[in-house]
């Protein structure tokens, strides 16, 4: 990985910085991003953030009980730590092998090849994309709610969504690092509230008491398990974001590998303890029908008879600010993706360009800035509902970004899981890093098995009937970006063979461009 050194030759290239500011170029100064802005507690938070931790509390976890009706929730979230570690086991080796901003797209090009690499980068893309975009819905009607409720103001759902937007967009084309500080001081609070509300449910339990039903297999039988599985998996979508931020890492090697298995135990231990504080705090024979009466306002149900008005008050506000912390998250992702596929040909070359000022993916940011513009302000006239009402558009817009996004980086995974068995097989590295292809084996597999389910199921998981066409023409949106992505590799492939060979590359193709035109080759 070059990290703005000198040349072979002792001279620098053009366009690569002088003095020691250690950043990884590929192009030059202009088209780099800043190496060493994060550390390990930079990066951690940067990719929690992105689990929304309080918006799975109050909003995936009630939602799991209630529509599936499965109390052995804290269960699935450990089960799925453990397939997620399995993932994470060949993710996390690949990290210490290739440092790109196309995290996804490029192990999965450097394993199963430049066109499988296109593939998967357009629907990375669409993912995350997605992903953001269903959460101004869900933020936007949250604070709506909250200004007619304490300052009886009635205003669109759009409008504080469209004010999230324009704030989004400013802080992305600041330094990752200032990001990473905002994002880091939002989820520390929304944590410490959530943790506060578990001692609390633990200190003063239903009438049951410190049940630990909830962690008895027999919970998990049913036609609803697959179901939940879906639900829960989503909780965990940020934590694969780690090798993203490589190339602004110091010590990347060390850092996201770190970050990775620390993020997948933390989101796992602290969703199963929290949901098992759901259960405690309603009781098992009762959190089902709690949840399926108060919906998204069980949490803060409960919380107000615990903690008093005041907390709750906290509560809700905090809900906001996670959510606009997770979706400050995806949209640093989105805009470091389309900067990866503009700097190897897969976006033109103007996202492959940075903020001279702030190393900020700027075209990349103002991309998807745009993209959730149109989306917000279409979802906005299809809506003809009064202010502060839940209506359909909102409601579509929060289920059908998040669930058609979740597919879509589940698919990744699992692709990116056979990625990394083919990777080190092709060189010669099987026996060396044998238990680590078996555990990407397995995590195939369960993911694989995830992502049938979640499409099988995806009516439920949208809320649409039986039978409708929403069942498999949102989750055909990520077929058709993964075949639209291929097809362009292809056409690449034939017309520009040297930019297809460079895909997944990233800053090493700088170094190999270096080599090749130097007086030595």
């Known amino acids: 990985m070059a990290t703005g050194s000198s040349s072979p030759s002792g001279t620098r290239s053009p366009g690569e910085p002088t003095g020691d500011t250690g950043i990884s170029t590929y192009k030059g100064q202009e088209q780099a991003l800043r190496a060493g802005r994060l550390g390990t507690a930079g990066l951690l938070l940067s990719v929690l953030a992105a689990t929304g931790p309080l918006m799975v509390v109050a909003g995936v976890m009630p939602t799991t009980y209630g529509v599936m009706g499965i109390v052995g929730q804290p269960l699935l979230f450990l089960i799925l730590g453990v397939v997620l570690a399995l993932f994470s086991l060949g993710y996390a080796e690949m990290s210490r092998h290739v440092h790109n901003a196309g995290a996804f797209y490029a192990y999965i090009s450097r394993g199963l090849g430049g066109t499988a690499g296109a593939g998967a980068a357009l629907v990375a893309l669409v993912a995350y994309s997605a992903l953001q975009a269903g959460l101004y819905g869900l933020l936007g009607f949250e604070v709506s709610g909250?200004?007619?409720?304490?300052?009886?103001?009635?205003?669109?759902?759009?409008?504080?969504?469209?004010?999230?937007?324009?704030?989004?967009?400013?802080?992305?084309?600041?330094?990752?690092?200032?990001?990473?500080?905002?994002?880091?001081?939002?989820?520390?609070?929304?944590?410490?509230?959530?943790?506060?509300?578990?001692?609390?449910?633990?200190?003063?339990?239903?009438?049951?008491?410190?049940?630990?039903?909830?962690?008895?297999?027999?919970?998990?039988?049913?036609?609803?398990?697959?179901?939940?599985?879906?639900?829960?998996?989503?909780?965990?979508?940020?934590?694969?974001?780690?090798?993203?931020?490589?190339?602004?890492?110091?010590?990347?090697?060390?850092?996201?590998?770190?970050?990775?298995?620390?993020?997948v135990g933390f989101v796992a231990v602290f969703f199963a303890f929290s949901s098992w504080a759901l259960s405690v705090a309603a009781g098992p024979s009762g959190i089902v029908p709690a949840a399926q009466e108060q919906s998204a306002g069980l949490l803060f149900d409960l919380t107000e008879s615990r903690l008093g008005n005041t907390f709750t008050d906290v509560l809700h506000v905090l809900f906001v600010t996670g959510m606009f912390a997770a979706i400050l998250s995806f949209h640093n992702v989105?805009?470091?993706?389309?900067?990866?596929?503009?700097?190897?040909?897969?976006?033109?070359?103007?996202?492959?360009?940075?903020?001279?000022?702030?190393?900020?993916?700027?075209?990349?940011?103002?991309?998807?800035?745009?993209?959730?513009v149109v989306v917000v302000v279409g979802f906005a006239v299809s809506d003809d509902g009064k202010a502060g009402d839940p209506t359909a558009p909102v409601l579509h817009l929060f289920t059908w970004g998040g669930n058609i996004g979740a597919l879509g980086v589940i698919l990744l995974m699992a692709t990116a899981s056979v990625a990394v068995i083919v990777f080190f097989a092709r060189r010669g590295a099987a026996r060396a890093q044998a238990w680590r292809i078996t555990a990407s084996a397995l995590a195939a597999v369960g993911l694989l098995v995830i992502a049938g389910y979640t499409v099988k199921d995806f009516d439920v998981l949208v809320g649409a009937g039986p039978g409708s066409t929403l069942s498999w023409a949102l989750p055909g949106i990520i077929l058709v970006a993964a075949v639209i992505g291929v097809a362009h590799g292809l056409i690449l492939r034939a017309k520009n063979p040297a930019a297809h060979a460079r895909i997944g590359l990233g800053n090493e193709a700088f170094q190999l461009e270096k080599a090749s035109s130097s007086p030595e080759a």
Not at 210 to 221: G, K, R, V, W, Y
Not at 229 to 254: D, H, K, N, W
Request: proline letters at 4%.
């Open 334 to 372: 989105v805009a470091r993706y389309a900067f990866a596929m503009g700097r190897e040909g897969l976006l033109p070359a103007a996202f492959g360009r940075t903020n001279t000022s702030t190393g900020a993916p700027g075209t990349g940011s103002l991309l998807q800035t745009v993209v959730s």
């Open 146 to 263: 909250l200004l007619q409720t304490y300052f009886e103001v009635e205003v669109a759902w759009w409008i504080p969504a469209l004010v999230a937007v324009a704030v989004v967009a400013v802080l992305a084309w600041m330094k990752i690092d200032l990001n990473a500080r905002v994002l880091g001081v939002l989820l520390l609070i929304e944590v410490a509230l959530v943790v506060i509300f578990d001692i609390a449910a633990v200190v003063d339990p239903a009438k049951e008491g410190l049940s630990l039903h909830a962690f008895n297999p027999d919970t998990l039988t049913g036609a609803g398990v697959a179901t939940s599985l879906c639900f829960c998996i989503a909780a965990f979508t940020g934590f694969e974001q780690a090798p993203v931020y490589a190339e602004e890492t110091s010590r990347p090697q060390v850092v996201v590998a770190r970050v990775m298995f620390f993020a």
